[in-house]
């Protein structure tokens, strides 16, 4: 049976945040432990992150540990998933640039994450004024299908933005292996069941939390801070007596608690509601408080980020063991892609030294 591939990751641009976790993390941890993947690969994703951080290499520099202990706080295994840093796989860039010739800048220009993610950034389409769009930045997708396809991922467990990206990365399969033959797998996204975990919004009620936006829960974060976030996450404007009749759509708290709460915390914290449809059903109808949802909300956040900011602190007392495990992994991630390069050369026949035919034919064709 043909094997079951996992590569995901995340860009060491700050600490991971609840987004991360719903959105792609937690589901890693499940796939990892179902024992159903022959192989997971978790990639510090640095080498993208520099293509719009080029002026700050320090700020990745500080985050890749940061990245590594929220991993392991979250229950990535080391003896089970590989966890890599992107910009120590040489081979990832060398993909990159070959890959690059099967993918046309319209076709780079269609993505619909790098046009919304070009707008928060805040670069100019021309370089007049404004900030131009580093080269790099722009063709991340392709960069990113050199990741997915060095370790021949079948699955890529991510956000709802990372769909234009698979789908970009399935193409560049496609083109490669028509092209040139048969060298590299074709993977799908495994998107969460869950619609709100799709793409968490920010406690801001902007449509993504996202480190660039300053609007996260952040996995690490201390009690008291994530209460006062909780406290102040964005609701229903409208909703201003308690007797207001509230609305679900666009309401932040809601969709959090959409995302994660479960039948047994209103057991455990608000037992007066036996669900969620419940808790909905009485703040559309008017008469239920903001503050006593928020109290709530609380709670649950609470109890499921506790343990994972306890794991964290136990290994922020050995990071020299983090270190390891980074190095590990990458050296071993480093012999899978070479085999991949090897592969993608063969079939692109710029394996001149390894092709003996070649080289007698030259041989023949100069001896007289
Ligand atoms: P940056 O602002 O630097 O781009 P980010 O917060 O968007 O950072 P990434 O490292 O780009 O985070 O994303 C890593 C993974 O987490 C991806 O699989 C992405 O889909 C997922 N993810 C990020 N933010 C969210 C979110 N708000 N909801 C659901 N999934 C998310
Ligand atoms: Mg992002």
Redesign the pocket.
Known sequence: MAKKIIL????P??RL?V??Y????KRRVELQNSGEYDKIYIMI?DAQ?LTDNADNPDKIRENIIEVALDYLACGIDPAKSTILIQSQIPQLTELCFYYMNIVTTARLERNPTIKS?IKMRGYSENDGEGKGIPVGFYTYPISQAADITAFQATTV??????KPMVEQTREIVHKFNTVYGEALTEPSILL?DNEA??????IDGKA??????GN?IYLSEEPDEIQKKVMSMFTDPDHIKITDPGKLEGNTVFTYLDAFSRPEHFERYLPEYANLDELKEHYTRGGLGDVKVKRFLNSVIQEELEPIRNRRHEYEKDIAYVYDVLKKGSEEAERVAQETLDKVKAAMRINYFDDKDLIASHIAKYQK
């Open positions: 995901t990751g995340d860009r641009t700050g945040h987004g991360h719903v959105g792609s993390l994703a992150a993610e467990p991510a956000g709802e933005d990372q969460p975990c799709l793409r968490l919004p920010g993504k939390m996202s480190k660039s936006l996260c």
